[in-house]
């Protein structure tokens, strides 16, 4: 099975910039959609932005203008552009293949992504 590693999270000032990166092991091309979650303290994991096989994207209303999916599948590498980031943003991000039913992989260990207000 595909594996995720997240990475390029840190703490950052509101206002400021992160790109997160989400490595494959294997082909993402056959993956179709792909997605980034978060998870704040004491909330469940919400998708966050997805990207289908073509490019289409969608996001949720809280980061829409803010932030961008990407994907690059020639390296196997889904990213997510965060701008304007606000002290809500502040969570653990996950990239996962979502799915109909949900999501298609095991869960990477996530980023952590620290707003400060």
């Known amino acids: 099975q595909v594996q995720l590693v997240e990475s390029g999270g840190g703490l950052v000032q509101a206002g400021g910039s992160l790109r997160l990166s989400c490595a494959a092991s294997?082909?993402?091309?056959?993956?179709?959609?792909m997605a980034w979650y978060r998870q704040a303290p004491g909330k469940q994991r919400e998708l966050v932005a997805l990207?289908?096989?073509?490019?289409?994207?969608n996001y949720v209303d809280s980061v829409k203008g803010r932030f961008t999916i990407s994907r690059d599948n020639a390296r196997n590498t889904v990213y997510l552009q965060m701008n304007s980031l606000k002290a809500e943003d502040t969570a653990v991000y996950y990239c996962?293949?979502?799915?109909?039913?949900?999501?298609?992989?095991?869960w990477g260990q996530g980023t952590q992504v620290t707003v400060s207000s």
């Open positions: 294997g082909s993402i091309f056959s993956l179709n959609t």
């Open positions: 990207i289908s096989l073509g490019g289409l994207t």
């Open positions: 996962n293949q979502a799915t109909p039913s949900g999501v298609g992989l095991t």
